[in-house]
Antibody, heavy 119, light 107 residues
Framework: QVQLQQWGAGLLKPSETLSLTCAVY????????WNWIRQPPGKGLEWLGE???????NYNPSLKSRVTISVDTSKNQISLKLSSVTAADTAVYFC?????????????WGQGTLVTVSS | DIHMTQSPSSVSASVGDRVTITCRAS??????LAWYQQKPGRAPKLLIY???YLHRGVPSRFSGSGSGTDFTLTISSLQPEDFATYYC?????????FGQGTKVEIK
């Protein structure tokens, strides 16, 4: 069964770049869509974007040009970068694998990483 | 963006109760709807996809129905482990969007 393990810096200052990595164990990146989703404390879920096995990406327009999702097939990892962070970017960030070859459903999730933006 | 509205925002129920949560999309999404369960401090878990398909390992007391703009998640007999927050999510067109959540609490 696939497992997703995330890590990255948990405390950032405003204007810095958020950088998270999601390692995939027990499965390949190929043939799947990979999503990043976040959840501000006590609030709901927000989809940030996705990347597929072909390295094509699709981002939430609300993040404009601040977000980048990429894959490293040699390490079996997916990464998220979010530039120019503000307090509004404080959230738990999740990576998730799409179900089958569909981009719509997130069937396997990482454990989540809390990122706090504070001066 | 497609806006997803869940109702109720919270529901108090007892073990053994039948619980129904509804989700309405701001535009037609066919059957491009999923339901997730989330417990405090944990990642969401996929319960239902394509409106009515049960994800592997999910108990059969969970069921989903609907198409177009109106959808329902039903828990036929609430169990202690079902107390959690439930989210609907549309995947008809990007960006993927979620409902605001429905918290199922112990009565």
């Amino acid at each position: 069964q696939v497992q997703l393990q995330q890590w990255g810096a948990g405390l950032l200052k405003p204007s810095e770049t958020l950088s998270l990595t999601c390692a995939v164990y027990g499965g390949s990146l190929s043939g799947f869509y990979w999503n990043w989703i976040r959840q501000p404390p006590g609030k709901g879920l927000e989809w940030l974007g996705e990347v597929n096995h072909g390295v094509a990406t699709n981002y939430n327009p609300s993040l404009k040009s601040r977000v980048t999702i990429s894959v490293d097939t040699s390490k079996n990892q997916i990464s998220l970068k979010l530039s120019s962070v503000t307090a509004a970017d404080t959230a738990v960030y999740f990576c998730a694998r799409g179900l089958g070859n569909s981009s719509g459903w997130s069937g396997s999730w990482g454990q989540g990483t809390l990122v706090t933006v504070s001066s | 963006d497609i806006h997803m509205t869940q109702s109720p925002s919270s529901v108090s129920a007892s073990v053994g109760d039948r619980v129904t949560i509804t989700c309405r999309a701001s535009q037609h999404i066919s059957s491009w709807l999923a339901w997730y369960q989330q417990k405090p401090g944990r990642a969401p878990k996929l319960l239902i996809y394509a409106a009515s398909y049960l994800h592997r390992g999910v108990p059969s007391r969970f069921s989903g129905s609907g198409s177009g703009t109106d959808f329902t998640l039903t828990i036929s007999s609430l169990q202690p482990e079902d107390f959690a927050t439930y989210y609907c999510q549309q995947a008809n067109s990007p960006p993927v969007t979620f409902g605001q959540g429905t918290k199922v609490e112990i009565k």
